[in-house]
């Protein structure tokens, strides 16, 4: 029997309904927002990736699912592929390929999808992990940073998602990026023995991802680093305290966290992450912030951009059960005795549905014992039952499931009926 890859999971019928309540709530936020929904492919080129993420990354040196469009033995002339592992560089890639740069200028958009790296699977953390993200390009203004974050604040209220603690930061502009890995760089110098082999490499690779390691020494070790906003040029620090304020008059709660680095590449000025204690280790709901030279590292204008991302398993895992919806399509059900029976419970099947309204029947051929307890099984509201006699008088006999109450009706009238009842 094929069981399914490690890291990855089966979302079955009674589980697909939380899923839906995510992605309807998420997709009612985003229009209020006036973003607009964009799906670019699943499969990229790696290169996309391997330039906008940092060839020292975590995901591109190990997490990248790779393929080729050519023999393993050639790998030399291989278009190489990958799955992709974030939205962001496809967005981006995809504004630049349509030219929306020049047709439509500043742009928000938002994705619903599934992300793929190549990693040790655990609670909250899959080989296949699903996004729902925003992105919007086009615009240094510190007010778009707040608008994000308001609008990731709002989705994770609209989540019925609490507790959670938005964490805030600015890199700086490249030059203060480069200030900031002097600086860490200079503070750890012969403290090397005390950090991990991964962190080791980081002070000559990307000192600043150091400050992401989650063993426990190398946390405790940068936790003595002294940081803040020193590192900051004017315009940056002025764009980091308009950001503040705007967040404080929103109402909206935050703390500035100055160990918040990211693990990519292209974020610049403002970076942002949600954590929910409940997670435990991978705290991380989602996260985002500025990436201003994405755009034209990847061949485009030098334009602002800013998005997010937050991860769908992990806000179910946060919601509890009483975050998850249970609303289903309220069922009517159809029980035919007989072969008569059956060719009209055929079309009034039909016109149930044709009607809007939510209906089944029993393809088993079971008993009417065995039919009504599939219906109740199956949550029906109510069933229809078509038998010899109800055939001479040209009725159904509807039941409500609730009350018990039965009723006969004209077989024409049942749809009429049930609009009022049933939906």
């Known amino acids: 029997m094929f069981k399914r890859v490690p890291g990855t999971r089966d979302i079955l019928p009674e589980e697909a309904s939380s899923w839906q309540h995510i992605e309807a709530i998420a997709r009612k936020i985003f229009s209020t927002y006036n973003y607009q929904e964009i799906r670019p492919p699943i499969l990229e080129k790696a290169n996309l990736f391997t330039r906008s993420l940092g060839t020292s990354t975590e995901i591109v040196q190990k997490q990248m699912f790779l393929t080729s469009t050519t023999a393993q033995q050639d790998k030399e002339n291989a278009d190489l592929y990958a799955l992709r592992p974030e939205a962001t560089a496809s967005v981006v890639r995809a504004y630049l390929e349509n030219n929306l740069d020049k047709t439509a200028g500043f742009?928000?958009?938002?994705?619903?999808?599934?992300?793929?790296?190549?990693?040790?699977?655990q609670k909250g953390r899959l080989r296949q992990f699903h996004h729902v993200g925003a992105e919007a390009i086009g615009s240094w203004d510190y007010r778009l940073d707040a608008e994000m974050i308001s609008l990731l604040d709002n989705l994770l209220k609209a989540f019925a998602i609490k507790d959670y603690k938005i964490k805030l930061n600015s890199l700086g502009c490249p030059k203060d990026k480069n200030t900031l890995s002097d600086s860490l760089r200079r503070q750890l110098k012969g403290k090397d023995a005390q950090l991990c082999p991964d962190c080791?490499?980081?002070?000559?690779?990307?000192?600043?991802?150091?400050?992401?390691?989650?063993?426990?020494?190398?946390?405790?070790?940068?936790?003595?680093?002294?940081?803040?906003?020193?590192?900051?040029?004017?315009?940056?620090?002025?764009?980091?305290?308009?950001?503040?304020?705007?967040?404080?008059?929103?109402?909206?709660?935050?703390?500035?966290?100055?160990?918040?680095?990211?693990?990519?590449?292209?974020?610049?000025?403002?970076?942002?992450?949600?954590?929910?204690?409940?997670?435990?280790?991978?705290?991380?709901?989602?996260?985002?912030?500025?990436?201003?030279?994405?755009?034209?590292?990847?061949?485009?204008?030098?334009?602002?951009?800013?998005?997010?991302?937050?991860?769908?398993?992990?806000?179910?895992?946060?919601?509890?059960?009483?975050?998850?919806?249970?609303?289903?399509?309220?069922?009517?059900?159809?029980?035919?005795?007989?072969?008569?029976?059956?060719?009209?419970?055929?079309k009034l099947l039909q016109n149930l549905r044709k009607a809007g309204i939510c209906a089944d029947t029993d393809y088993e051929n079971k008993s009417l014992k065995g039919a009504m307890r599939r219906a109740s099984d199956l949550g029906a509201t109510h069933v229809i039952i078509i038998g010899d006699n109800e055939l001479e008088k040209n009725v159904v006999t509807i039941k409500d499931m609730s009350s018990g109450e039965q009723k006969e009706l004209k077989i024409g009238t049942a749809p009429t009926f049930l609009q009022g009842s049933a939906t």
């Open 107 to 121: 742009s928000k958009f938002y994705y619903l999808g599934a992300m793929f790296r190549a990693e040790r699977p």
């Open 200 to 346: 080791q490499r980081k002070l000559t690779t990307n000192v600043m991802r150091i400050l992401d390691c989650k063993k426990e020494a190398c946390g405790k070790l940068t936790r003595q680093l002294e940081l803040g906003q020193q590192h900051l040029c004017s315009d940056c620090l002025g764009h980091f305290s308009k950001l503040q304020e705007d967040l404080t008059s929103l109402g909206i709660n935050f703390v500035v966290e100055p160990f918040l680095v990211r693990g990519l590449d292209y974020y610049t000025r403002t970076v942002f992450e949600v954590s929910h204690a409940e997670l435990g280790a991978q705290d991380a709901l989602g996260a985002g912030g500025r990436y201003d030279n994405l755009v034209s590292d990847l061949g485009g204008p030098k334009l602002g951009a800013i998005g997010f991302a937050l991860g769908i398993e992990r806000l179910l895992l946060a919601t509890g059960p009483a975050g998850k919806s249970e609303a289903k399509e309220k069922l009517v059900y159809i029980i035919s005795l007989g072969e008569k029976a059956q060719k009209e419970a055929l």
